[in-house]
């Protein structure tokens, strides 16, 4: 069994590629936590293989975006709040709404554009 397999069995996560026939398409995300840099680059080769081109797409797009504004772009992609959010990245809520914040004024949605983030993020291909 390979590192990154036996990695997920020990987090009980099936991050398979994206399937419309499941609920979810990365079933047991909610179980993952990305605590490390590792855990990080297994998290964002798993989104890879269920969205191939959409990390290179935001990176093209958004060249000064730091990596946590692209974890959170990810988390805010697969639909999740800000409660879930925080669970993965173990921080507090309130430490997602900070860097939600500064996420939407670095994507240029600041409040007088009236854009949702979330939307944005949701359209965003």
């Known amino acids: 069994m390979d590192?990154?397999?036996?990695?997920?069995?020990?987090?009980?996560?099936?991050?398979?590629?994206?399937?419309?026939?499941?609920?979810?398409?990365?079933?047991?995300?909610?179980?993952f936590r990305i605590l490390t840099?590792?855990?990080?680059?297994?998290?964002?080769?798993?989104?890879?293989?269920?969205?191939?081109?959409?990390?290179?797409?935001?990176?093209?797009t958004f060249s000064d975006i730091t990596q946590a504004e692209e974890r959170l772009f990810l988390l805010y992609?697969?639909?999740?709040?800000?409660?879930?959010?925080?669970?993965i990245l173990d921080v507090s809520e309130a430490t997602v709404k900070k860097s939600r914040t500064r996420l939407q004024k670095r994507l240029g949605l600041g409040l007088a554009t009236k854009q949702n983030l979330e939307q944005f993020i949701q359209d965003f291909k």
Request: aromatic share 10%.
């Open 3 to 31: 590192m990154e397999k036996a990695f997920l069995q020990r987090r009980n996560i099936s991050l398979s590629g994206r399937d419309t026939q499941q609920k979810d398409p990365l079933d047991g995300l909610l179980n």
């Open 37 to 60: 840099e590792d855990d990080w680059m297994t998290f964002k080769n798993h989104f890879e293989r269920s969205y191939p081109g959409y990390l290179s797409c935001l990176r093209m």
């Open 77 to 87: 992609n697969l639909n999740l709040n800000r409660q879930e959010i925080a669970k």
